[in-house]
């Protein structure tokens, strides 16, 4: 079975994979810019391309080092061609190209958000079942869509506003949390059990009823307002909270050691908060369509897939099986994109040396 080099440089994770048959991860090397991007609380997008630059090619001769295999083993080059940053998918889309014209291979494009869904295919076991109901939820989109079979997607739903994960990174800022904000907003509710959120900070769910739209800026606002504006409760001086949620503990000048731990566990509250939103909204219009629509199951994918939150909540009220990819394969790499791309080149799809990059690139 061929094995397909994996490239993915779409945002901040300069990724190469090697995987056979679009199932079985021979390598799968992420070098992450987490900590170039930390210290501007988000991702710049020149800094991003410039160490892909430098990264990629060492990550592609890892990539086949840790798999064993030489150049030789190689069948085929797939490669993020957006949706992402024009100039970070440029240096993935260029060095495929170069790659695959140096080694005569066919060159695969692949959407990247077709990518995470099929992190779904990286697992041991049975494939997927078609219908099958992806929850694509990442930095930069959430969509619902059901795909028919390889290559066939029926959008269902979108954000109408900021994307889940965009808005977990939003409200980690506002909470001092700091980046990547949506594992940091899981560790700060994780001590809090969901039963235990008060009244005072039960965030009105954006349901948008009818359809399988989402929105998600009006939370992020909920939650600025609350911390903004103070919580009642037993927080007592809301100015401190304030100073205190957005990192700057210091200048809370006469807060006590008890004003500190309580401040930090409304701040656990209101992340616990906010994630119980989100995960209730995601989760209740997954288990609508999938109803609605026959799917046989449901598939969990991107960034916020990684959420154990919304993996444990979606998984007890599905009707049908939830398949949840490993969390290395969850967040952006490349083992995903080269198991997409497999399944595009089964379909004879290769791409022509004109491949240009797609920065707002659909998923249907
Ligand atoms: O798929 P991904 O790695 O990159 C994009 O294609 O956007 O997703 C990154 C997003 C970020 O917004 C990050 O905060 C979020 O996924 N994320 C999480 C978790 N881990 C990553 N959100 C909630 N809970 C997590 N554990
Ligand atoms: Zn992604």
């Given at each position: 079975m061929t094995s397909v080099l994996g490239i993915e440089t779409s945002c901040d994770e300069t990724a190469a994979a090697l995987v056979r048959g679009g199932r079985e991860v021979r390598s799968n090397v992420v070098f992450s810019q987490e900590d170039l991007h930390r210290r501007f609380g988000g991702v710049v997008p020149e800094l991003a391309s410039r160490q892909h630059v430098l990264g990629i090619m060492p990550a592609v001769h890892r990539a086949l080092a840790e798999a064993g295999a030489s150049w030789d083993d190689v069948g085929a080059v797939a490669v993020s061609r957006g949706p992402g940053l024009a100039g970070s998918l440029l240096v993935g889309v260029n060095v495929a190209k170069a790659v695959a014209a140096g080694r005569g291979l066919p060159l695969v494009a692949v959407n990247h958000l077709e990518g995470h869904v099929y992190a779904n295919w990286l697992t041991a076991g049975a494939a997927p079942l078609f219908p099958l109901l992806c929850l694509v939820v990442s930095g930069g989109h959430t969509e619902l869509v059901l795909m028919e079979d390889h290559g066939k997607y029926r959008l269902l739903g979108r954000t109408r506003d900021d994307a889940a994960g965009e808005a977990f990174d939003k409200v980690a800022r506002i909470l001092g949390l700091g980046y990547p904000g949506g594992p940091a907003v899981e560790r700060a509710a994780?001590?809090?059990?969901?039963?235990?959120?008060p009244e005072r900070l039960q965030l009105t769910r954006p349901w948008l009823r009818g359809g399988f739209d989402f929105s998600f800026s009006g939370l992020k606002t909920a939650v600025l307002r609350l911390v903004e504006g103070g919580v009642s409760g037993p927080v007592g001086n809301p100015s401190r909270l304030a100073l205190v949620a957005a990192g700057r503990a210091a200048e809370a000048g006469s807060a006590t050691a008890a004003d500190a731990s309580l401040q930090q566990s409304e701040t656990a509250l209101l992340a616990a908060a906010f994630q119980e939103a989100v995960v209730d909204v995601l989760a209740g219009k997954t288990c609508r369509a999938a109803e609605a629509l026959g799917a046989r199951q449901i598939a969990l994918a991107g960034g916020v897939a990684a959420n154990g939150r919304l993996r444990e909540v979606l998984s007890a009220r599905a009707p049908v099986p939830v398949l949840t990819p490993e969390l290395r394969f969850?967040?952006?790499?490349a083992a995903m994109i080269a198991a997409a791309g497999y399944f595009r080149l089964q379909a004879g799809e290769i791409a022509g040396w004109d491949l240009d990059i797609a920065p707002s690139l659909r998923l249907a």
């Open positions: 994780a001590s809090i059990a969901p039963g235990d959120i969850c967040t952006d790499n």
